[in-house]
């Protein structure tokens, strides 16, 4: 009797494990349920990221504030109801674009596989295509996230990485999601391409301490220069502005070379200058366009990982903005 309880019970801890490896992501996780849906994908973003390579900031931007609040579960696409305000309106996603793009890829894989690639595929495969097909570094994209079925603003408010955050909180919401002071830094250098609102950074100009003033990390002839030629008041809502300024399509270093001339746009950018560890990752980076492209892609993979849904976890959502019913 002994004997047959042990193998019983060592029959079901070798189904457990079994069942907790078929849940992990991995490469070609749709190679037999649908062999076509990266290809898809692939083809729409290069047809047309080409006549619109801003968005390609864009959607990198989503796929991080997607991983960042409850994991890389697609919340971030989820519309709001009468009864819930979703993550997508959140004031620090507010400014998030390319929600149509990915529903529209979306439609396109269900044609061809009905229910079966979850929308965090998608925008996480999207987010990487996009980026390489205007000259970005390319990194693997292991599939077979499960799509959440809850999004709140409030989560988007607590989780997220915020423009004006020092140094320490930097870290801790890195830490959070199980991401170090390496991926702090490589993960900034996608602000290398895209473009922000006169609003993130309108009290670092005009009222820093709240006596008028200009933070003083920011340097002094970029400061005038903003001013003067792009958020003229505090109050401008409105005009965007190139995060590395004359390259905002091309995906290089221009980035950690505006940081280390204090001309990094936010707080957030000037606080990778607060410590040695960080300013050496930086002149790392500086070094080669080749080595930071394959440090980012590690960064990258690492942060698509972060606390994903999979096997019987989620669902697979009929329509990126809502949860199935």
Request: proline share 4%; glycine share 8%.
């Given at each position: 009797?002994?004997?047959?309880?042990?193998?019983?019970?060592?029959?079901?801890?070798?189904?457990?494990?079994?069942?907790?490896?078929?849940?992990?992501?991995?490469?070609?996780?749709?190679?037999?349920?649908?062999?076509?849906?990266?290809?898809?994908?692939?083809?729409?973003?290069?047809?047309?990221?080409?006549?619109?390579?801003?968005?390609?900031?864009?959607?990198?931007?989503?796929?991080?504030?997607?991983?960042?609040?409850?994991?890389?579960?697609?919340?971030?696409?989820?519309?709001?109801?009468?009864?819930?305000?979703?993550?997508?309106?959140?004031?620090?996603?507010?400014?998030?674009?390319?929600?149509?793009?990915?529903?529209?890829?979306?439609?396109?894989?269900?044609?061809?596989?009905?229910?079966?690639?979850?929308?965090?595929?998608?925008?996480?495969?999207?987010?990487?295509?996009?980026?390489?097909?205007?000259?970005?570094?390319?990194?693997?994209?292991?599939?077979?996230?499960?799509?959440?079925?809850?999004?709140?603003?409030?989560?988007?408010?607590?989780?997220?990485?915020?423009?004006?955050?020092?140094?320490?909180?930097?870290?801790?919401?890195?830490?959070?999601?199980?991401?170090?002071?390496?991926?702090?830094?490589?993960?900034?250098?996608?602000?290398?391409?895209?473009?922000?609102?006169?609003?993130?950074?309108?009290?670092?100009?005009?009222?820093?301490?709240?006596?008028?003033?200009?933070?003083?990390?920011?340097?002094?002839?970029?400061?005038?220069?903003?001013?003067?030629?792009?958020?003229?008041?505090?109050?401008?809502?409105?005009?965007?502005?190139?995060?590395?300024?004359?390259?905002?399509?091309?995906?290089?270093?221009?980035?950690?070379?505006?940081?280390?001339?204090?001309?990094?746009?936010?707080?957030?950018?000037?606080?990778?200058?607060?410590?040695?560890?960080?300013?050496?990752?930086?002149?790392?980076?500086?070094?080669?366009t080749q080595g930071f492209f394959a440090e980012f892609a590690k960064s990258m993979e690492k942060m698509g990982r972060i606390n994903v849904k999979t096997g019987t976890e989620g669902e697979i959502r009929k329509q990126c903005a809502r949860v199935n019913s």
């Open positions: 009797m002994e004997s047959q309880s042990y193998f019983k019970a060592l029959i079901i801890i070798l189904i457990a494990l079994i069942g907790s490896t078929q849940a992990q992501l991995q490469l070609g996780f749709y190679a037999k349920s649908c062999p076509k849906a990266e290809k898809i994908i692939l083809k729409y973003v290069v047809e047309h990221i080409r006549n619109a390579p801003s968005l390609a900031a864009a959607l990198i931007r989503m796929h991080f504030h997607d991983c960042f609040v409850n994991g890389c579960d697609g919340s971030v696409l989820v519309n709001s109801t009468q009864g819930n305000q979703a993550e997508k309106d959140s004031p620090p996603n507010l400014t998030l674009r390319g929600f149509g793009f990915i529903d529209t890829i979306k439609s396109v894989v269900e044609a061809e596989c009905p229910g079966v690639v979850s929308c965090a595929d998608i925008l996480a495969l999207t987010a990487r295509d996009s980026v390489h097909s205007i000259g970005g570094p390319y990194w693997n994209v292991p599939t077979g996230r499960r799509d959440g079925v809850i999004s709140k603003a409030e989560e988007a408010l607590l989780s997220l990485p915020a423009p004006f955050h020092n140094l320490t909180t930097l870290l801790t919401l890195f830490g959070n999601v199980g991401l170090d002071v390496n991926d702090l830094v490589l993960l900034s250098g996608a602000q290398t391409i895209g473009v922000s609102h006169c609003s993130s950074i309108a009290t670092r100009l005009y009222n820093f301490t709240g006596k008028g003033d200009t933070d003083p990390t920011l340097d002094n002839e970029y400061a005038k220069n903003l001013k003067t030629f792009k958020c003229k008041n505090i109050n401008d809502n409105t005009t965007l502005i190139e995060m590395d300024p004359g390259s905002r399509n091309t995906f290089d270093l221009g980035y950690f070379k505006q940081v280390v001339k204090r001309r990094g746009l936010f707080q957030s950018d000037a606080a990778l200058l607060e410590s040695s560890t960080t300013r050496a990752i930086i002149a790392r980076q500086l070094q080669s």
